[in-house]
């Protein structure tokens, strides 16, 4: 594989006007990837520099749907790494506590706070399509782009998605 | 249609993914089916559940981080002219070189939308530049159009009084507009989990911010002038404060700067 070209001063300007303005959504991705602030930022931040060396390589297609595929491959990569590495558990800081964090709990009230519960416990396997459908409204085409999956597979797991949180909810959603 | 069929449609139609023709006879299949239909409305529910949660912000801190790579990665620093209309994506027109004030008004603008909160609390640099992270962090804050300063004054003694009851100290407040550097005013930020004074001045078309708090050494010591990733910031010692000067200005413009604080204090002693 050869060298990506170093971004010179007007890539990174047109990076700007392109791809910052879904910072928010490779972010907010993230954090449904990782379901943990911290991290989310690293496996963000880390993306976002891959998405500049490799805009030499961006002809124009749908920004967010491109970045947001990075993101997704910055994580497995990251994750990939990591457990090669064999982090060794002392390490408290690095390790995911699962709970409430400060802006769970600032989300007004328990209901959203059961609703991200029960999306954050799915399998990220279907967590990740749900989230792609209902939090960036990806259409099944961008969505297949970004997981590099047939269409078929996006449905189906989009289908198991719901069904599982559907039961998760089954409360919230019982009432008429 | 049969029910199968039209099971198999619920999806796709929630997903706004029929084809128009196919829409129809769908919803004309609905009609006859309940079950489907019941099928639809959970969905429906579903999805609006799901989009009760808030939109996720990118902490100011990241941004702030990531500002501060792309400014290293373009290669030398832009020369100060002003700069040609941006040339249209795909355009085969030259580099146009860049203000500094207009590369970080733009990263500024970006900071507009955020409210103060400081999602990163837990976030430590690993190369030990979470002090320079939160000031270029606090500093784009600044840089923004929006609400530069949270008192605006060029009038020291409408500064210095804003202070009172906000922090638990009184900082120096002097106005340098003879030195080239007017004050603009004061804000409140958080350094390292401590709130602190910050004043803003401007110099030409750049905007300084200074921060300060009671020192904890004793002594004073010179000002240490960085560049860093296209930004000027100072660290030093004077009269029992430490403070800490960052502006997109160039570094000898920031020796001036601080050489005029340090001036002032004594004179204000």
């Known amino acids: ?176 | 249609m049969d029910c199968p069929t039209c099971e198999a449609m619920v999806e796709p139609y929630l997903d706004g993914e029929l084809p128009a023709g196919e829409s129809v006879r769908f919803e004309a299949a609905l009609e006859a089916c309940p079950d489907c239909r019941g099928k639809l409305d959970r969905l429906r529910g579903l999805r609006s559940l799901i989009r009760e949660l808030p939109a996720e912000r990118a902490p100011d801190l990241m941004r702030a981080r990531l500002e501060r790579e792309l400014r290293a990665a373009i290669p030398a620093a832009a020369p100060l002219v002003e700069s040609a209309p941006s040339p249209t994506p795909g355009s085969a027109a030259t580099p146009s070189p860049r203000l500094w004030s207009r590369r970080s008004a733009m990263a500024a603008s970006l900071l507009v939308a955020l409210g103060a909160g400081w999602v990163g609390g837990r976030y430590t640099g690993q190369d030990g530049s979470r002090e320079t992270d939160e000031l270029l962090a606090g500093y784009l804050r600044v840089g923004l159009g929006d609400r530069p300063v949270d008192v605006a004054s060029s009038d020291q003694h409408t500064v210095k009084p804003w202070f009172a009851g906000r922090i638990d100290y009184a900082p120096p407040v002097y106005d340098l507009t003879s030195a080239g550097f007017p004050l603009l005013g004061g804000r409140l930020d958080v350094l390292e989990g401590r709130r602190i004074a910050v004043l803003v001045y401007r110099r030409n078309q750049h905007r300084l911010a200074l921060s300060l708090w009671p020192a904890t050494a004793s002594g004073d010591t010179a000002p240490v002038v960085s560049e860093q990733d296209g930004f000027a910031i100072a660290r030093w010692r004077h009269a029992g404060f430490e403070l800490r000067a960052i502006g997109d200005i160039a570094p000898k413009d920031m020796s001036v700067f601080a050489a005029s604080i340090d001036k002032a204090m004594e004179a204000g002693k």
């Open chain 1, 1 to 176: 594989m050869s060298e990506a070209p170093k971004p010179d001063g007007q890539a990174v300007e047109r990076f700007r006007i392109v791809m910052l303005p879904h910072l928010d959504a490779a972010y907010g991705f993230a954090r449904w990837l990782t379901r943990d602030p911290i991290e989310a930022q690293d496996v963000a931040q880390e993306a976002m520099l891959r998405a500049l060396r490799y805009f030499h390589a961006f002809r124009g297609e749908e920004a967010r749907p491109w970045l947001l595929r990075i993101v997704r491959n910055t994580w497995t990569d990251m994750r990939t790494r990591r457990s090669l590495e064999k982090v060794p558990l002392d390490e408290a800081d690095d390790v995911v506590e699962p709970g409430p964090d400060p802006e769970q709990s600032a989300l007004a009230g328990d209901r959203r706070r059961e609703i991200a519960r029960a999306l954050a416990a799915l399998p990220e396997e279907v967590r990740e399509v749900l989230v792609l459908r209902e939090i960036e409204e990806l259409s099944y085409k961008q969505i297949a782009a970004v997981l590099d999956q047939p269409i078929g597979t996006v449905m189906s797991r989009l289908s198991r998605a719901r069904e599982k949180l559907a039961v998760a909810l089954g409360g919230r959603l019982g009432k008429e």
